[in-house]
């Protein structure tokens, strides 16, 4: 059974930084693009970012040069590194993985993990 499980949000005041990691099991994923997205309350699913097996990466705007996102194949685990935090990047992270590569629409992920909250304080 393939399982995402995502770790290391929390609280922190704007500007800061935090780490999260999105460790996959089940099956590798060594071959497979993985992304981020988000969710705030009453909004939709928003893409963050993807990486590929090759590790090119690709960012929202929104996101652009404040995140970066990594992989460790070996572990199986995706990283996203954000810096200079706003407020408005206060959400629910989702790591998943994605049916085909190259893609920015949830619709096209097939795996999912359960979220990790990010709030920014201002």
Excluded: H
Aim: hydrophobic share 35%.
């Amino acid at each position: 059974q393939v399982q995402l499980v995502e770790s290391g949000g929390g609280l922190v005041q704007a500007g800061g930084s935090l780490r999260l990691s999105c460790v996959a099991s089940g099956r590798t994923f060594n071959r497979n693009t993985m992304g981020w997205f988000r969710q705030a309350p009453g909004k939709d699913r928003e893409f963050v970012g993807y990486i590929a097996w090759t590790g090119t990466t690709v960012y929202a705007d929104a996101v652009q040069d404040r995140f970066t996102i990594s992989r460790d194949n070996p572990k199986n685990t995706m990283y996203l590194q954000m810096d200079n935090l706003k407020p408005e990047d206060t959400a629910a992270y989702y790591c998943a993985v994605p049916r085909y590569a190259g893609t920015n629409r949830a619709r096209d992920y097939d795996y999912w993990g359960q979220g990790t909250q990010v709030t920014v304080s201002a």
